[in-house]
């Protein structure tokens, strides 16, 4: 397969301040990830809130620079890139479908704009092309004159594909699109999304949360903690046998619906990583169930099986290893 999108050893740093006379700090939000986005497929990028994923996803879409690194669309540097050629390529669709629409324009305006800015047709097509779309993401031309405010959350997002995909990007960037929807509308835009990548050949790059949608929908899962990535698999692979202790903690806190079964306990206690104050070693020994004595100094390192990554010094291990906690 053809590798659409690159990112190599990425790290994106904030300065913080912690007030007024405390001195500022640095926090590595992205922190040396790599990935390879293959033409076609759909990538998720799963973690707990806070692992990075969103600064990531702003990273990918050129909105934000790489402090360290580089990120390559199409073999090109998107450095060198200006902002409407990475915009014609890539486009992004937000979690909140009502925040991300301009609520003072009509739908069939919004749908229409990328083009607009690009430049590229005048006004008649580019509201041809809009109304089009419209009708291809379930939305019939009756909508086309409404307002945001008019049209229900699912109908919002329904929207912000269709401006999206209005001008057949090689690539969309959806950063939790279904976390602010009904469990029923969510299925609906879910099984859209897979539609479209079926029709126009579109590669996506899923940022999520949600453990069941990403088995749904994803083709490729990677798995981010504390700005790293500790995981990467074929979604199949990894939902049956996750290697990183973190990725098993992840599974097992899927809630189930069999009655009975009450909460389920991750092991990994409340206390969220301080990014301010990343542990030595691997990032993760603090929390980790399983660890051993050189997960508290040295960094894992990255095993490579058959398509399955993962960075922890029990995957290291050879097999049959007797390995005390």
Same mark, same amino acid.
């Given at each position: ?22 001195? %500022? ?16 497929? +759909? ?7 806070? @692992? ?43 979690? *909140?479908?009502? /925040? ?19 430049? =590229?047709?005048?006004?008649? =097509? ?13 939305? $019939? ?10 049209? /229900? ?7 912000? +594909? ?14 939790? $699109?279904?976390?602010?929807?009904? &469990? /029923? &509308?969510? /299925?609906? +835009? ?14 996506? &790059? ?10 749904? +929908? ?54 969220? $990583? *301080? ?12 929390? @980790?169930? %399983? ?29 049959? =290893?007797?390995?005390?906690?």
């Amino acid at each position: 397969m053809t590798i659409l999108l690159e990112a190599r050893h990425v790290t994106r740093s904030f300065t913080v301040s912690r007030g007024l006379f405390a001195p %500022k700090r640095r926090l590595n939000a992205v922190n040396g990830v790599s990935l390879a986005v293959e033409e076609g497929e +759909i990538l998720a990028i799963v973690g707990e809130s806070g @692992c990075g994923k969103s600064t990531l996803a702003r990273m990918l879409l050129g909105l934000l620079p790489a402090s360290s690194g580089e990120i390559r669309l199409g073999g090109q540097d998107m450095r060198s890139m200006g902002r409407l050629d990475i915009a014609r390529r890539v486009q992004p669709v937000f979690q *909140d479908p009502y /925040s991300s629409l301009n609520p003072r324009r009509r739908i069939a305006e919004i749908v229409a704009l990328p083009m607009e800015v690009q430049g =590229t047709a005048d006004a008649a =097509t580019c509201r041809r092309a809009a109304l089009e779309m419209l009708e291809r993401v379930g939305l $019939p031309e009756r909508f086309a004159q409404a307002y945001p405010a008019q049209l /229900s959350g699912g109908q919002r997002q329904r929207v912000a +594909i269709a401006r999206a995909l209005v001008m057949r990007p090689e690539l969309v960037i959806c950063d939790e $699109p279904t976390s602010a929807l009904d &469990v /029923s &509308v969510q /299925s609906q +835009i879910l099984n859209l999304l897979m539609d479209l990548r079926r029709d126009f050949g579109t590669t996506f &790059v899923f940022i999520s949360h949600n453990l069941a949608v990403v088995e749904h +929908i994803a083709s490729r899962v990677a798995v981010m903690y504390l700005g790293q990535v500790v995981e990467q698999a074929e979604t199949a692979a990894l939902f049956e046998r996750p290697r990183h202790p973190y990725t098993q903690a992840l599974l097992a806190s899927a809630l189930t619906p069999e009655p009975g079964l009450g909460i389920p306990d991750t092991g990994l206690g409340l206390a969220f $990583p *301080d990014p301010l104050d990343p542990p030595p070693g691997c990032p993760f020994h603090p929390r @980790c169930p %399983k660890r051993i004595a050189p997960c508290d100094s040295l960094a894992p390192p990255v095993i490579r099986e058959e398509g399955h990554l993962v960075a922890c010094h029990l995957a290291a291990q050879p097999p049959g =290893t007797n390995v005390t906690p």
